[in-house]
């Protein structure tokens, strides 16, 4: 790598991105285009300081926040279902396959344990 582009996936970028990808919104092709028109870098260069920076790709941290917020609306009572539509899953099998994963057991599950 040379300097200049060491200098280009630092850190810096790689915040800049992991907020980027925290905002409700996060999509790669949003209203401001691919991620290299808003970075000035190329798109391996950005997952690669990406990683560095969050520990996590860009999909996988982008999963943990919808879960996160999936937590959140369980824990103030909403429906798996609805809870699933709001932190942006496509439907609760697919909230249900990554809250499984990360937390440890199904929505419905740490809604009733919760709940007592």
Do not use: C
């Amino acid at each position: 790598m040379t300097a200049r582009s060491t200098s280009r996936t630092g850190t810096p970028f790689a915040r800049a991105a992991a907020a980027h990808a925290s905002n409700s919104g996060f999509t790669w092709g949003g209203p401001k285009g691919p991620p290299d028109t808003f970075t000035g870098i190329g798109p391996y260069a950005l997952l690669r300081a990406f990683r560095a920076e969050t520990g996590l790709p860009p999909h996988a941290y982008l999963n943990q926040i919808r879960v996160r917020r999936a937590r959140g609306l369980l824990d103030r009572g909403v429906a798996p279902a609805r809870a699933a539509a709001e932190a942006g899953f496509a439907d609760q099998a697919h909230l249900t396959r990554h809250f499984k994963r990360i937390v440890g057991v199904p929505p419905g599950a740490y809604q009733r344990a919760r709940a007592q």
